[in-house]
């Protein structure tokens, strides 16, 4: 299997499990945060939902600097519009990534803030580092749920709440 159908597979696999979590989040919960040092669901969730046109942005660029285009994420306050940005988002990643040849996943890809180099990696790399803040910030928000007591979906298997422990 080429490098590009692993990635849309694996793209598609996580899509299910983000679907899933991002469903769960209450309309009254937006604005709540688990600490003052915590983002709160509603910027988690606008992120979690964004990341898959990380995949466009890394395929048509060579960098972000957030100095010169400072990050303003979409601020939704309801799981419907979530879930149709998030639908958004990975279905123009995904067809992105389908687009791509893997001579396209070569190229350095730089993240800066100005003058200060965050990460230097390749398209590839940062495809798949987008693909992790995926998974490590779905899991946030199942702890954020955890804590506001709402059953937490399975991702790569049943959860507790699944399986009514």
């Known amino acids: 299997m080429s490098i590009i159908k692993m990635l ?4 598609e696999q996580e899509a299910q499990t983000t679907r899933k979590m991002l469903s769960r ?11 003052a040092k915590s983002m709160t669901i509603q910027r988690l969730a606008n992120h ?9 942005m890394t395929l048509n660029t ?10 303003e994420s979409t601020f939704i306050n309801n799981t419907k ?3 149709e940005l998030f639908e958004k988002s990975f ?7 389908e687009q791509a040849t893997e001579a396209d996943l070569e190229p350095m890809w730089t993240l800066r803030n100005g003058d200060q180099i965050l990460s230097l990696s390749t398209k590839g790399e940062v495809i798949r580092m987008a ?18 007591d ?15 422990f």
């Open 8 to 11: 849309v597979k694996e793209m």
């Open 25 to 35: 989040i209450p309309d009254d919960k937006y604005q709540w945060a688990p600490h």
């Open 48 to 56: 979690i939902a964004e990341l898959p046109a990380w995949v466009t």
């Open 62 to 71: 060579s960098e972000l600097d957030f100095a010169a285009n400072p990050y």
């Open 81 to 83: 519009e979530l879930l």
């Open 91 to 97: 279905a123009e990643g995904k067809a992105s990534l």
């Open 131 to 148: 693909f992790s803040q995926i998974v490590h910030h779905r899991a946030q928000m199942g702890v954020f749920l955890r804590l506001l």
């Open 150 to 164: 709402v059953p937490i979906p399975g991702s790569y298997g049943p959860s507790a709440d699944d399986m009514n």
